[in-house]
């Protein structure tokens, strides 16, 4: 098996794999044919302007002369008087955007739903045609997004600028997430991007960043698995991270990314716990500068997934149900609308 190859195996190891039913026909992708079907369905062609209607559409974004799809679901609930919030839920390491959107995996077009906010998938960068194998340049990690020295943050400003342009949205209510390199690109956002972004929260990826200035306090939530494989607790890459070592790197630890963030935000330096269940807690540093938090969630189980997910893959341990990341993720939002 050739080098090219095995890098696009290894790229998976990143982003939460979570299979379908059993009994049901896979590509190699991981995507049953139902899926597939429902993937081509909603890759149709979109108008490149003009308002945008209730349901999940897949538009297309260029930026540094590559065009990048979106995919964006606007719910029903939607109040087309006011203006609405807007998250960003960024995939893993050598996933897609249509991976992150799939409901049976992640649940964030569900939870848009019920609490009435826009949310957009973004493709990360890819070489295939299909936007497959995709990675953010989060700094240290990952991939051809890093190694390319692509501007993700400026394609991700992009993209809240269109999306800004065809929905009512409120630009005080902006928030990014994401998983894995995700959520390594989640932390650059919050260094880089403050002052469009009102919070964070990432998910199983720490900081990659050498160099952080935000231009204000930003609040910054980080959810993390101790027996996390791939992005360890305690720092360093996991034995089921990529296969190819040099598209990752040394992973910041967990403990020293939120001191990082508590020192940035001139938080008080110990923390109080605000819930704390069977396997999970979280823990928040108060007292921050301009009215921010920094805000650690630790789950016992689970590894390098999602927590709440319903279906991880066969032979992966499931994710913890200690605590369902959506959930917190939006709380968590809803405390901190931004300065815009």
């Given at each position: 098996?050739?080098?090219f190859?095995l ?8 982003s939460l ?6 009994g049901v026909?896979q ?9 597939r079907l429902a993937q081509r369905?909603?890759?149709?062609e ?16 260029t ?22 919030p807007l998250v960003?839920?960024?995939h893993?390491g ?10 049976e995996?992640y649940g964030?077009?569900s939870k848009?739903d ?9 493709n ?6 299909g936007g497959?194998?995709?990675?953010w340049?989060?700094?240290g990690?990952?991939g051809?997004a890093?190694d390319r020295?692509?501007d993700?943050?400026?394609?991700l400003?992009?993209?809240v600028a ?6 009512k949205l ?5 928030y990014a ?5 995700g ?17 964070v929260?990432s998910v199983?990826?720490t900081?990659?960043l050498?160099?952080?200035q935000?231009v ?5 939530l980080?959810?993390h698995a101790?027996?996390?494989t791939?992005?360890l607790?305690n720092g ?6 990529f296969?190819?070592?040099n598209?990752v ?11 990082r963030?508590?020192q940035?935000?001139?938080c ?5 716990r605000v ?10 540093y108060?007292g921050?500068?301009?009215?921010a938090?920094?805000q ?17 893959s066969r032979?992966?341990e ?6 369902v990341?959506n ?8 405390a901190y609308?931004?300065?815009n």
């Open positions: 098996m050739n080098r190859v890098t696009l195996v290894s790229l998976v190891c990143l794999s979570v299979a379908v039913p059993p026909a590509d190699s992708s991981g995507l049953s044919l139902r899926e369905r909603a890759a149709k979109e108008p490149a302007t003009g308002p945008l209607s209730t349901g999940t559409h897949t538009i297309q974004i930026h540094q002369g590559q065009k990048r799809k979106v995919v964006v679901h606007v719910p029903a609930r939607l109040d087309p008087t006011q203006a609405a960003l839920a960024l893993g050598g996933g897609f955007a249509e991976y992150m959107a799939d409901n995996r964030l077009i848009s019920s609490a009435g906010f826009v949310v957009a998938f973004p990360g960068y890819s070489k295939l045609p497959k194998f995709a990675t340049n989060a700094g990690c990952c051809d890093r020295k692509v993700d943050v400026g394609f400003r992009a993209v269109q999306l800004s342009a065809r929905l409120d630009p005080a209510r902006i997430t994401g998983m894995s390199n959520g390594m690109m989640a932390h650059r956002l919050a260094c880089e991007a403050a002052d469009l972004f009102a919070a929260a199983a990826g900081e990659a050498s160099v952080c935000p204000r306090p930003i609040p910054v980080h959810i101790r027996n996390d791939h992005v607790f360093g890459a996991g034995n089921d991270v296969r190819d070592e598209k790197m040394d992973f910041v630890s967990v403990p020293e990314t939120i001191a963030w508590v940035r935000d001139q008080q330096p110990t923390p109080r819930l704390e269940t069977p396997g999970a807690y979280c823990e928040a108060s921050c500068a301009g009215n938090s920094v650690l969630c630790v789950v016992n189980e689970g590894g390098h997934s999602w927590p709440g997910a319903q279906v991880v032979g992966k499931a994710a913890t149900q200690a605590l990341a959930d917190v993720i939006w709380d968590f939002f809803m609308p931004g300065e």
